[in-house]
């Protein structure tokens, strides 16, 4: 954080340089063995993999209503109820 807020790194490169920093006290602590580094591994890729399936389904449910108008014909008949004030 400190890197971040001082301007030496990008967001992205902050969190890699914490992510390094987090294995490095793992292994300097005996916390972090070669098995557990690979179920961690595998479960940030499962992770990742299930953010990358909402955000494909959130893209394909924008083009979806993009090319039906449905947002637009929605808006225009709540524009077109009676006001009553």
């Known amino acids: 954080m400190g890197g971040l807020f001082a301007g030496v790194f990008t967001p992205t490169e902050a969190g890699a340089v914490g992510a390094l920093c987090s294995i490095g006290i793992a292994l300097m602590g005996r916390n972090l063995s ?4 690979k179920l961690s591994l595998f479960e940030t890729t499962r992770t990742a993999c299930m953010v990358m399936i909402i955000v494909t389904g959130a893209v394909i449910f924008d083009h979806f209503l993009a090319v039906t108008r449905i947002p637009f014909d929605l808006a225009n008949w709540v524009a077109s109820l009676p006001c009553h004030l």
């Open 34 to 37: 070669l098995t557990k580094l």
